[in-house]
């Protein structure tokens, strides 16, 4: 295990190494920093000073070493728009981020467990055949259209006319097919203020109401391959000897299902979570973006309009930072898992 850290280290590191190669070259990359702290009204005498006080009138070798430096010390500059510094600016936009992320995440849990599982139990009934038919209809759909279409459902709300509207079986089959909007698309009303620059909208219902179209958009990235895979896992892991031998010996088949079997299934699911949750912050952007989410993705997008280098390299290294971090995690859970991988490593 202590081979293992130090491998995983060993490769966050270099992982680090590479984002922040990247964030230095789009920091010298798209324009000059000087003009734009100082405006084209600057004079020459200042422009000089303040290139070689911020160490760009040296090599490119020093010019990195001395980013790096500041990175490894959390110092990403201040912000040209906030006028404060950068990672500041980030730790205020990312709790609601992470609140999204993580509303997602169960979101995406809750729903995918039980349909996967009852999938692969009854995979003949036509209820099993209809959700596996809307999991493939679900991963070709992007995130920013399924947003749209649960803002004209629940926010804005659809009037259903297919049936005659002179008869009272029709109006009311049209009422019974029509949704009336009400639920909020905008924003993240008032969150509840937990510490520092932590708010949070899991402490109450107003809360939880802003959180939940945004969160169900995002987790439409995750759920339909959830699904597929714990169905598929699932069918695998019921031909197995000891799931037939359980039934022999007479277990009930909730204990089979979701006692041994599932445990077995959930291991690759716990892989590819880690590996979604990075994909779920860069899929934020366009979330943030359609429910104008006061997030980090929503303030990236707004830096990169106005060309704010220092806290467009600041979320690049942070969002790098924490995907390294999770992929990190996930693998050492991986192995508390499933033992038999330490096993077989030990014993080669």
Known sequence: ????????????????????????????????????????TASEAESTTLRHSLGLDQPLWAQYLHFAGNAVRLNFGNSYF?????????????????????????????LSVPIGVFCAIRPRSWPSKALMGLSVLGISVPVFLSAMVLIQLFSIGVQVTLFPADTQWGNWLNQLLSIEGGMPAYGRGNPVHVWGVWYTNFAS??????????????????????????????????????????????????????????????LPVVTLGGVQIGTLVAYTLLTETVFQWPGAGLMFLDAIERADMPLIVAYLMVIGLMFVVTNTLVDLVYRLLNPRVILTRSVA
């Open 205 to 266: 219902l107003q809360g939880l109401v802003y959180l939940l179209l945004p969160a169900l958009s995002l987790a439409f990235v995750m759920l339909p391959l959830f699904v597929r895979l714990i169905h598929a896992e699932m069918l695998d892991v019921l031909e197995s000897d000891y799931v037939k031998y359980a039934k022999a010996r007479g277990l009930r088949p909730s204990r089979i299902y979701f006692l041994h079997a599932l445990k077995n299934t959930l």
């Open 1 to 40: 295990m202590i081979m293992f850290l130090i491998r995983r280290l060993c490769q966050a590191l270099a992982v680090m190494f590479v984002i922040s190669v990247i964030g230095f070259a789009i920091q010298g990359g798209l324009g000059d920093p000087v003009q734009q702290m100082l405006g084209p």
């Open 82 to 110: 906030f006028h404060e510094p950068a990672l500041s600016v980030i730790a205020r936009y990312l709790p609601a981020t992470l609140e999204l992320v993580a509303a997602s995440a169960l979101l995406t849990l809750v």
